[in-house]
C-alpha cells in the first residue's frame, strides 16, 4: 500500500492535468444546470399562477406538488450530472484506487452486500433498503478487503400511515478478511453517551444498553472518552485493543472527524465511517482543483487500511488461540 506521500505525487504528477480538463468540462456544466433550473423553475411557477384558484381550493395540494417539483429537479439534476460523474470515476477515482494498491479492481456501479451489514453488528437496526456505489474489493498484504459507499434505511410508518425512511447508516462501509478467528464478538462505537451526559450517568448508559454485549471498560482514558466498547470476550477484546491500536484509532478520529464504527466478529472486521455525503461524487458547484476536496476520501481510506495492517502486524492477538 503506497503512503499517501507518495499517493499525493501520483495525484499532481499524473492527475492534475485530467483534472484541469475536468473542471473546464463543469465549469460548462454548472452553466447548464443554473440555466436549466431557471427555466425549470420559471415553468412549473407560470403553472402554478395559471391553476391558483385550483390549487387554493384543495388543502395540502401545494405541499404535494412541491414535493414533485423537488422529485423532478432532482431527477433533471441526476440526468445532467450522469456522464460527467461517470467521466471522473473512470479518470480520476479508478486510477486512484489502483493507485492506492494495483491489487485492488474498482466498479462504480455495485456497493456491500446487505448480508455483511447484518452481519457486523455495528447498527441494533436491519435495514429495508440499502443502496450504495462505488464498490472495490482486492487483497492488501495478504487481507481481503472489499468497501463501498452505502446507504441504508429503516421504512416505519408516520401517523397518517405513509411511509417514511430512516437512515440508520450512511458513509464508507469496510470489510477486511483474516485467516484467524475470533472468539467472541467485539464491537468499539463512538461514545455519544459520556460526552452528551458527562461520566456519572454516561457510564449508566453505557452498561445498560440491552442492545450490547457486556461492557469493557479500558485504561486509556482518552481512548474511553471517544469510544465505547461492548464484548461477549473481555480478554480477547483487550487483546484486540492494544494501546498501539487504541492510538491508531485516536489519530483515525481526530484527522477524518466522521464517527467510527468497528467489530470483530468470526474471520472479519467490520469498519463503518459516516458521511453525510457521496465521498465519489464530484462536486458541480466547487472546484475539483482543491486539493483538500480530491483527496479528502483517499486519505480517509489510507487511515482505515492502516488500522487493518495495525491488526494484521498485532501477533499478540492471535497468541491465545
Request: charged content about 25%; cysteine-free; aromatic content about 16%.
Amino acid at each position: 500500500m503506497k503512503s499517501i506521500s507518495e499517493l499525493t505525487d501520483f495525484y499532481y504528477k499524473t492527475l492534475y492535468p485530467t483534472l484541469e480538463k475536468l473542471e473546464d468540462d463543469r465549469k460548462h456544466l454548472r452553466y447548464r444546470i443554473t440555466v436549466v433550473g431557471i427555466f425549470y423553475t420559471f415553468v412549473v411557477l407560470l403553472m402554478g399562477f395559471g391553476f391558483l384558484d385550483y390549487l387554493q381550493s384543495i388543502p395540502n395540494l401545494f405541499f404535494v406538488l412541491g414535493f414533485i417539483y423537488v422529485g423532478v429537479g432532482a431527477f433533471i439534476y441526476k440526468f445532467l450530472i450522469k456522464d460527467y460523474t461517470k467521466e471522473f470515476k473512470n479518470k480520476i477515482i479508478d486510477p486512484l484506487i489502483h493507485a492506492i494498491d494495483d491489487k485492488l479492481s474498482y466498479i462504480s456501479e455495485m456497493h456491500i452486500s446487505k448480508d455483511y451489514f447484518n452481519r457486523s453488528e455495528l447498527f441494533t437496526q436491519s435495514p429495508d433498503r440499502i443502496s450504495g456505489n462505488d464498490f472495490v474489493s482486492g487483497e492488501i498484504d495478504g487481507v481481503k478487503i472489499e468497501f463501498s459507499d452505502l446507504h441504508a434505511e429503516k421504512k416505519h410508518k408516520n401517523s397518517k400511515n405513509k411511509d417514511t425512511w430512516e437512515t440508520i447508516f450512511q458513509g464508507l462501509f469496510i470489510v477486511s478478511e483474516f485467516n484467524k478467528h475470533f472468539k467472541g464478538k467485539t464491537v468499539i462505537l463512538p461514545d455519544t453517551a459520556q460526552s452528551t451526559f458527562g461520566d456519572l450517568i454516561g457510564n449508566w448508559l453505557q452498561s445498560n444498553n440491552f442492545g450490547r454485549s457486556e461492557l469493557v471498560k479500558m485504561d486509556d482514558i482518552n481512548f474511553e472518552k471517544e469510544f465505547v466498547v461492548y464484548s461477549t470476550d473481555q480478554i480477547e477484546a483487550r487483546y484486540i485493543l492494544s494501546h498501539s491500536l487504541m492510538k491508531r484509532l485516536l489519530a483515525f478520529k481526530k484527522k477524518s472527524q466522521h464517527p467510527v464504527y468497528i467489530s470483530f466478529i468470526g474471520e472479519s472486521i467490520y469498519m463503518a465511517i459516516y458521511y453525510s455525503k457521496d465521498l465519489f461524487e464530484p462536486s458541480v458547484f466547487r472546484s475539483l482543483l482543491n486539493y483538500k476536496i480530491a483527496m479528502e476520501y483517499v486519505k480517509t481510506l489510507h487511515l482505515a487500511l492502516g488500522i487493518v495492517e495495525e491488526l494484521k502486524l498485532n501477533q499478540k492477538l492471535w497468541s491465545k488461540r
